[in-house]
């Protein structure tokens, strides 16, 4: 008796359910695409205008590149000083300082894609993982291996993250025109700041065979892909990590700013220049 009860009160619920109009929500304007988002979201991160940046990009994680760039153009105006990202133009090539990590620098290349760049060249310090390297030496990756993990939001982990060949090739000559060398090989990217302790993961780096550590390259190799955009990077060797005396420190790495990297700058801008000028395409991969 008492379940039918129940069973009959379950019923008059559900009909009266039934009998409430459900409440309409207004639909509200907002950013619903990606396009959209990056639109909104370039300006904010720097400061700067959709109009405002170059078809080329130049992308680093220290301010001191930013200001020897501005004081190279004529002071050019430094923006977004207020914010996450500090850029300046100049020639029609844009550097972008986007901070640190490859969780930012897969957020930078989403952004760049409101502007659709012809180019973009990564400059950033890096770790020597071999004995025949030293601090101050430029490597050139031809790859990367994606151990950071960002990436795979973008590609599956089988994937190789590989710059534009032919921006690799207008650095190349680009650093030959400054009578210098360079190494080249493989980057291993991470997401690890502090291991230079943890000897387990130093016969793990030993194992893969790479020429360099960092924190971005790969991930500007993948994000690019997949945004299609050609990217290329030129890495200089800041320290030596694998032993106990080559691990960065203020001095050390006051000392490489101060020896290398007006170097290191110019050769990016140059090679840049290299595909102004001649009107080299670097699309060569079929996204």
């Excluded at 009959?8 to 929500?25: G, L, M, S, Y």
Aim: proline share 5%; with cysteine.
């Amino acid at each position: 008796m008492n379940e039918e009860i129940t069973i009959k009160k379950d019923e008059e619920i559900v009909e009266k359910a039934k009998k409430v109009k459900e409440v309409q929500t207004p639909i509200r304007k907002g950013l619903k695409t990606k396009e959209a988002i990056v639109d909104n979201w370039l300006p904010r991160y720097t400061g700067r205008p959709l109009n405002q940046f170059g078809e080329y990009i130049i992308l680093t994680n220290f301010s001191k590149y930013i200001q020897l760039f501005s004081q190279w153009n004529n002071d050019a105006p430094v923006m977004g000083l207020d914010k996450p990202m500090q850029s300046v133009t100049a020639d029609n090539i844009t550097i972008i300082n986007f901070g640190m990590g490859s969780p930012v620098a897969a957020t930078v290349m989403d952004l760049l894609t409101a502007i659709k760049p012809k180019a973009v060249v990564f400059l950033g310090k890096c770790g020597g993982l071999k004995k025949t390297t030293n601090v101050g030496d430029l490597i050139l990756p031809i790859a990367a291996i994606r151990g950071e993990g960002t990436s795979n939001d973008y590609l599956p982990p089988e994937v190789p993250a590989l710059p534009a060949f032919a921006l690799q090739k207008a650095i190349s000559t680009t650093i030959r025109d400054f009578s210098l060398d360079y190494r080249t090989g493989t980057c291993y990217t991470t997401n690890r700041r502090v291991w230079e302790h943890d000897k387990e993961f130093k016969q793990y780096l030993k194992k893969l065979r790479a020429m360099a550590i960092d924190m971005e390259t790969a991930t500007i190799f993948t994000t690019g892909f997949a945004n299609k955009i050609p990217t290329g990077a030129l890495l200089l060797v800041s320290d030596q990590p694998m032993i106990p005396e080559g691990v960065k420190t203020t001095e050390s790495d006051s000392k490489v700013t101060e020896g290398y990297v007006e170097t290191h700058l110019k050769i990016g801008i140059e090679s840049l220049k290299q595909l102004i000028n001649k009107g080299l395409t670097v699309k060569h991969l079929i996204f």
